[in-house]
């Protein structure tokens, strides 16, 4: 095995308004495998172009994965275009169209003629049944390559290829990849690589990829055994375990969890309520809790008090610090905590109020400035913060430190 | 002019983690010049593919759009695979390594030695000004086709294409377009097909697409006129017209607004406030009103009531409706807004309760149904919703019925 392309067929992916995005579903599963992806290409409904890139991919390609193009409209046609590039007839399958009849009859509808197509298989191909919809797959030995039609909505795609096409890919297994993703909160990009200094793996088996996310650093660790899934974990551990003591509490993740999650677990494991003051991130705190599903044992509500009379009036802000120290200080959010703390008789109080931009900053509180606070049983703290970035950037990265505050505060409870 | 490739350059963008999305970019911008993009490709940072692929795409392609693998590290080849493949010398240029180490020297450091290679430049190709970053652009004309290179980082591509590739692109023109996009609330998919029936242009001129999205529909109107751009939007504007007639007020955006961004106009010109009361949504409603900018003006805050106790106490939902309708109830929902209203001194309280799944469902009250209620000087109204999908699905369907709720309100109210 030496390249494999994925080549995803429709106009639509052509235009500004759509990216293809069952390669990165394909990506996963092949290199769960320990193969890559050499190449991944987009091609309209011409059937001329089809043609020409079919031709392609099985010239530079050895295994290489078609997607979409199999519905029953005109526009569909990778099944006529694979015919001409491969010089194989196609064929109507009688089963295939019984299946689909039978679909349509059990929603108690008539097959539409320009169905029948759907039927209409590359000779010497192999039918890969879809459960989920009409279109079904086919597999295609051909000079030595293996070509592989999918349907293109995910719901049908994705089980088709982990029913019928990964157990069949062993053959061209290069090794076990066992993968894990660190997710770490409060620290730069570049403070996370002088802590990760020596560290970067010698060894080729092992890789290790530092990605800067709005308010969150992900070290996305991979590692690759030919004896198996667990050597690959194995050979992996040295390095994780390196990694987790130099970087401590940091990491607020290592199982793909987001920092809501996490929040919302730990809130649960110590029997804790929590509640919130919104300004500048306008409920997006909420929104994001309120993702979780479960979080209403722990979250009590919140309030999004986006005018200084919603700040005195419903978290008892008083008017002295709005007046002295402004809706945007530490003082404004140290009383925020405390105010939605008492309004909803939680164990916890989050506040953030800041500027999010695009106007509305000052020399003295420029765009971006934000303060988050927490207000718990034996006090209030509030942090000062500059963040870079458009509105929506603030609002994300103000969201993400006051869950995190939460969260260490949270990691030194016992529960 | 007969096909245009884009390339995409980067390993990461064949991982499960990334897409490349400057191509919608381009995408876009050649679609202004009456040009379609006929293939996309991505390939990894080795050099062999990358040869590979830049032939390929110079046989295939009339012009070639390669995006990235400009950098100053090992891993960036663009420069050596071009010169391999179009058989062209890399020649540094003086001027262009004078440019990256002032832009080192206005930062305070030395030029480190690798981005010495960032000023090789393909013997005949001509230099594009990078203004944004080290790395420059190249355009060169091989065996009649146009390739041009570009820096991956979008801010450093995006000006570079605007100021020195597509004003050279006028002689490709194709023809002048005119796009615009009808977003819809308040109706199904096929709701919309009905109304539009006969309305589907024969002219080749014009396109018409349909998009479902969740909680609204799309309508993507394009026409090309050789003669101008004017013309072009004089090609549309019957269909648009008439669309438009018989879309009536379900149509709630033609200049690219979000439904946020209607409603906060609708509230800041009619001089009118709102507050919201969120349950399942969770905050949502609050979170998308607060990312318009300006919103302030007119949003005074929101609550979020995940429990019967904030609903009770904050927004003064008796007890005996909780006990004897429940939470989630038109009768819930409409004193939610009503409360709201009341608690913010507002124009318009906006109220969500509903089970936005996956677990909470009863036979009665399954997973989706969702109440959303409005209340105003003069009344309240809630109206029951049954929405499918998952927790975020259901959170934004929801949000976005209530805020059309409000703006269908609000047009039938002179300003």
């Given at each position: ?278 300004s ?28 200084n009379?919603?700040k005195e009036?419903?978290?008892?802000v008083p008017c002295e610090v709005l007046v002295e120290s402004g809706a945007v200080s530490a003082r404004a959010a140290e009383s925020m ?16 109020t800041g ?9 003295d509180k420029?765009?971006?400035l934000?303060y988050?606070a ?8 509030a942090?000062k ?31």
């Amino acid at each position: 095995m030496k390249r494999v392309e994925i080549l995803a067929v429709g106009s639509e992916l052509l235009t500004p308004f759509f990216l293809d995005t069952n390669s990165l579903f394909l990506a996963g599963r092949l290199n769960s495998l320990g193969l890559e992806v050499s190449f991944k290409t987009v091609v309209g409904d011409d059937e001329d172009d089809l043609v020409l890139r079919l031709e392609e991919a099985s010239r530079l390609a050895d295994l290489i994965l078609v997607i979409g193009g199999l519905g029953p409209t005109a526009d569909d046609r990778t099944r006529e275009a694979a015919s001409r590039a491969f010089g194989r007839k196609l064929i109507s399958v009688p089963e295939i169209l019984r299946r689909i009849e039978d679909r349509f009859k059990r929603r108690g509808l008539p097959m539409p003629a320009s169905n029948r197509k759907q039927g209409d298989v590359l000779e010497g191909a192999e039918v890969l049944t879809n459960e989920f919809g009409t279109a079904p797959g086919q597999w295609l030995e051909w000079n030595g390559k293996s070509i592989i039609f999918f349907p293109g909505p995910p719901h049908e795609l994705e089980p088709m290829f982990d029913v019928h096409v990964l157990p069949r890919l062993e053959p061209f297994r290069r090794g076990y990849l066992f993968h894990k993703t660190l997710k770490i909160s409060g620290l730069t990009e570049s403070a996370v690589e002088d802590l990760m200094a020596g560290l970067y793996p010698v060894d080729p088996a092992l890789e290790v990829t530092t990605l800067a996310k709005p308010g969150q650093i992900e070290i996305h660790l991979r590692s690759l055994s030919s004896a198996g899934r667990q050597e690959a974990e194995s050979l992996l551990r040295p390095l994780e375990t390196a990694l987790l003591a130099r970087l401590g509490e940091n990491v607020f993740s290592v199982g793909g969890e987001s920092l809501e999650e996490v929040v919302g677990s730990l809130l649960r494991s110590r029997k804790a309520t929590l509640a919130c003051a919104e300004s500048c991130t306008g409920g997006l705190i909420s929104h994001r809790l309120t993702n979780v599903p479960g979080i209403s044992e722990s979250f009590i509500g919140g309030m999004t008090a986006y005018s200084n009379r919603a700040k005195e009036e419903w978290l008892a802000v008083p008017c002295e610090v709005l007046v002295e120290s402004g809706a945007v200080s530490a003082r404004a959010a140290e009383s925020m905590a405390a105010g939605i703390r008492l309004a909803a008789g939680a164990d916890f109080g989050l506040a953030v109020t800041g500027i999010a931009g695009p106007s509305g900053g000052t020399p003295d509180k420029p765009v971006g400035l934000v303060y988050t606070a927490l207000a718990w049983e034996n006090g209030v703290e509030a942090v000062k913060n500059q963040f870079l970035g458009n509105r929506d950037q603030v609002k994300f990265q103000s969201s993400q430190k006051a869950l995190d505050m939460l969260r260490r505060r949270l990691l030194k409870i016992r529960p």
